[in-house]
């Protein structure tokens, strides 16, 4: 790739640590607000961005503001970025005919270009996503700009696997909308997960956490290089971040994962050990 051509590749975002209410469309609006104020090109959201009630979530509040993807909530976000001629991740509550899924939404300038519904449902720590969601079975990934896009959620950052056949399909950017709880070792273990599935799959990953009283905060973005670029503490915050490709190409250069992996390997010991 033409060295100056790879100076110019970048794209810059910015990454909102809020807490939602248990009002969906006041959650709608604060999302459009943090739209508005921003002058990145991508504005990322945590997840239960439909609401989180006092006493946490449950079925009977999800299948209550759960809507399909011509919904209000969806429709009006998404039509934000037409307005602003932007780009947005942010979740939903996903209705469909075979469920009420855990989604992660990215669009562009007025259209979808991904949904992701959450394949790792939180079944762990006394929690049972399973018992409010149906899980998903299916990638999520998309160009924009300079980048290739993958999509996960929150506990999904407990499963390589998943990040790792996204990087073999070319994905140099995760970006992983979280709810990530409260609990002893939580923060170790959400940076501990940030870092390695960035480092060890030469991409850029995003990590965006709601924030008190609930979950961690702690929102992260991590370098294929394997530091940290940004992280934040425990309160409500924005902040913007600037991600320049070359730093692709130089953890590519110096540690070139994808192409050391022994994929074909690691597909045949998978499949002895499951028939043991």
């Known amino acids: 790739m033409n060295r100056n051509r790879l100076n110019i590749m970048s794209l810059t975002l910015r990454v909102h640590q809020i807490s939602f209410s248990s009002n ?76 009420v899924y855990n989604a992660s939404i ?20 006394g929690y049972r996503e399973s018992d409010v969601f149906a899980p998903g079975k299916e990638l999520a990934i998309t160009d924009l700009k300079d980048f290739k ?39 170790t273990q959400w940076r501990a997960l940030t870092l390695a599935r960035s480092h060890e799959n030469n991409s850029y990953l995003i990590a965006v956490d709601q924030a008190n009283p609930f979950f961690i905060g702690h929102s992260i973005a991590t370098s294929p290089l394997g530091y940290v670029i940004k ?4 309160e409500q915050k924005s902040f913007t971040v600037h991600l320049e490709y070359e730093i692709i190409e130089k953890s590519k250069q110096s540690l070139p994962m994808i192409s050391l992996s022994k994929h074909t390997l690691y597909k045949k010991l998978f499949s002895l050990a499951n028939n043991k």
């Open 231 to 234: 992280e934040a503490d425990e």
């Open 149 to 187: 896009i993958g999509l996960a959620v929150c506990f999904d950052l407990r499963f390589p696997e998943l990040f790792r056949v996204m990087a073999r399909r070319g994905v140099n950017l995760f970006i992983v909308p979280s709810a990530w709880y409260k609990g002893k070792y939580k923060i």
């Open 106 to 125: 990215l669009a562009e300038k007025g259209e979808i270009k991904a949904v992701y519904r959450k394949i790792h449902l939180f079944d762990a720590f």
């Open 24 to 99: 969906k469309i006041e959650n709608m609006n604060t999302i459009l607000h943090f739209v508005d104020e921003s002058d990145a090109y991508l504005d990322v959201f945590p997840e239960y961005a439909m609401g989180v009630p006092p006493g946490g979530l449950n079925t009977q509040f999800v299948h209550e503001n759960a809507e399909p993807l011509n919904g209000e909530f969806v429709k009006t976000i998404v039509g934000k970025t037409d307005e602003k001629s932007s780009a947005i991740v942010f979740t939903a509550y996903l209705k469909e005919r075979d469920g």
